[in-house]
């Protein structure tokens, strides 16, 4: 099934008007910075690492570019994208930066299948970088403490689906828990002349070319403490154990390819998996300049399902991310789409669209709208088992940020979420299912 377009009833009810002009309006009453539309034609020389100052941008560790254009596993975001997380430390040659956060969410999702919970979601990062021979040399650490704040069930999530607490049962409208190792990895880039470079990335966990930087790492998507529905169509693979990627960079340009293990966490949240690197991927990524980060990415994904392994998929992605800075605030969208194509069986599709405004470091809006096509509702014994049903859902929230202190920042958010569906799944979910989420959050 394919839907090339935002569905007309959310259209009706204003959804992505709202949500864009919304955000428009209000970031049309700030001042616009003066900043550069191309690297190439303000971006400074990259400083060695050792005599970083703070003022003037680090280097990538994939290439000839500031760093602040990386995003997650070798994923490109706009290069205007702010940094986040503690201020840089050395160590001898080594360069460190740690981020870190803690959501505790209160949600509550209604209609028959509907439920509400109090969960605590963690997120832990420490990367460190230094020079080796020509080159640069990287690592990376993530971690999260969801299998105990979160739990083997996941949180409530009308028309989630995706992986399993027990091995035997899919989770269905619930979110799964990320793992406690979510990314163990290192990479070595080499310049080849003076706007090039070849770089390897290897994990275990780690995250190989497909799809977009992951929406905890997307400024767009990073304040939602909700998982896209459409995240097992996009950046799911941003846990797999077992990845080897090579890369190229040429100026704005990057083609990568990896070797993975397709095969989606199991419901044992805490071990190290080890298994083939019996998937592949490409990706082309484009920055045309400092404000946008364009992608497409292809893969073959050998067994995904922990309950269906004999399905293959081929998954298919795209995206566009725009990053506008201002004078006092900071705003960036995403779109984008992705498609899973089973092998056997059918195709189903994902479109996303999400905003992301920040004013004085105080003030977040955001929103997020999509339409997905989900088969994977109703369980085999169930006599809708096994249909496509599409699902819209339109977001907003927003987040007040108190100022930072020694041990951190702290903020308080609110969102509303409200959902289309067809007729078929009206006396499943309810007429109108909709879901409030409240929640505090620390940020390092």
Partial sequence: MTHPALPHRLRSHGAPVLLTGLLVLISGTLEAQDAPTHPHESAPAMPDMAEHDGATPMRGLLGPYAMSREASGTSWQPQATPMGGSAPWMTGEWMWMA??????????????????????????????????????????????????????TGYPLLFQTGETADGRTPLIDRQHPHDLFMELAASYSQPVGESS???????????????????????????????????????????????????????????????????????????????????????????????????????LLKSPEQLEPDVDMRRTTASVIYHRPFERAQWQTTLAWGRNQKLPGHATESFLLESTLVIDEMHTLYGRVERVDKDELFGEDEPLAGEVFTVDKATLGAIHDFPPTRLGRFGLGLQYSRYAIPAALKPVYGRQPDAWLAFARWRL
């Fill in 99 to 152: 981020h870190g956060s803690v959501n505790l969410v209160a949600t509550d999702n209604s209609g028959p299948r509907g439920d509400r919970d109090t969960v605590v979601q963690t997120m832990g990062m420490l990367m460190g970088m230094r020079p080796l021979g020509p080159g640069t040399l990287g690592v990376r650490a993530m971690v999260s403490l969801d299998a105990w704040g979160v739990g083997k």
């Fill in 197 to 299: 470079s070849a770089f390897v990335y290897l994990g275990l966990p780690g995250e190989p070319a497909l799809g977009p930087p992951t929406y905890m790492h997307r400024f767009s998507g990073m304040a939602n403490p909700e998982a896209p529905l459409g995240h097992h169509w996009l950046d799911a693979t941003h846990i797999t154990f077992g990845v080897a990627t090579l890369g190229w960079v040429w100026k704005d340009f990057k083609v990568e390819g990896s070797a993975f293990n397709a095969r989606e966490p199991d419901q044992i949240r805490t071990n190290i998996e080890l298994r083939a690197l019996d998937s592949w991927s490409g990706r082309l990524s484009y920055n045309p300049s400092d404000r946008w980060a364009l992608q497409v990415s292809r893969g």
